[in-house]
């Protein structure tokens, strides 16, 4: 759930209602990228999402430990069925208060996506539109209130000037 959150910028609400038919390829292995309909995504904001490696990685294990499903919850609770958002939200709590880290929720890793996507989405040919889409935001102001600022770039770029 941490990397569906850090690398692929996911809501709970996303993690909770990610199916393998969402991950896997026509061949049934996993496929390059996520597709999140409208129905999974808030307030309809469907996307596709390009899978980073490591995230990659984990589903491929994932998808092999749990005997290789075409269908059913990617991230299933105790009983085996779909998490609900609020469960996500719970389990990421606990994740970080057993870690002694404050002022952390279930968002912490989704805001670091986006401001990582945007601090070096220039190297791809990008831009904040971009980083916009790959969230699901209906509006780039939304996206610019997830992006922590960088004193230390700041100065960097004032000396690039």
Same mark, same amino acid.
């Given at each position: 759930?941490? *990397?569906?959150? !850090?690398?692929?910028?996911?809501?709970?609400?996303? @993690?909770?209602?990610?199916?393998? /038919?969402?991950?896997?390829?026509?061949?049934?292995? !996993?496929? =390059?990228? %996520?597709? %999140?309909?409208?129905?999974?995504? #808030?307030?309809?904001?469907?996307?596709? !999402?390009?899978? +980073?490696?490591?995230? #990659? &990685?984990?589903?491929? =294990?994932?998808?092999?430990?749990?005997?290789?499903? $075409?269908?059913?919850?990617?991230?299933?609770?105790? /009983?085996?069925?779909?998490?609900?958002?609020?469960? !996500?939200?719970?389990?990421?709590? $606990?994740?970080?208060?057993?870690?002694?880290?404050?002022?952390?929720?279930? +968002?912490?890793?989704? /805001?670091?996506?986006?401001? &990582?996507?945007? $601090?070096?989405? +220039?190297?791809?040919?990008?831009? %904040?539109?971009?980083?916009?889409?790959?969230?699901?935001? /209906?509006?780039?102001?939304?996206?610019?209130?997830?992006?922590?600022?960088?004193?230390?770039?700041?100065?960097? *770029? @004032?000396?690039?000037?």
């Amino acid at each position: 759930m941490v *990397l569906l959150s !850090v690398h692929a910028g996911l809501r709970a609400c996303e @993690i909770a209602s990610l199916t393998w /038919r969402m991950v896997l390829s026509p061949t049934g292995k !996993v496929g =390059d990228a %996520l597709e %999140l309909p409208p129905s999974a995504a #808030k307030m309809g904001s469907g996307r596709r !999402v390009p899978l +980073h490696r490591e995230l #990659k &990685r984990a589903l491929v =294990d994932l998808h092999a430990e749990q005997g290789k499903p $075409r269908h059913g919850p990617v991230i299933a609770s105790e /009983r085996g069925d779909a998490m609900t958002p609020k469960s !996500v939200v719970n389990w990421f709590r $606990r994740l970080y208060d057993d870690a002694g880290l404050t002022g952390c929720s279930s +968002h912490s890793g989704r /805001r670091t996506f986006v401001t &990582r996507a945007a $601090r070096t989405v +220039h190297r791809a040919g990008g831009s %904040l539109r971009d980083v916009q889409e790959l969230a699901g935001h /209906r509006s780039i102001k939304t996206t610019e209130g997830y992006i922590e600022g960088d004193r230390d770039a700041q100065r960097r *770029l @004032i000396q690039l000037l």
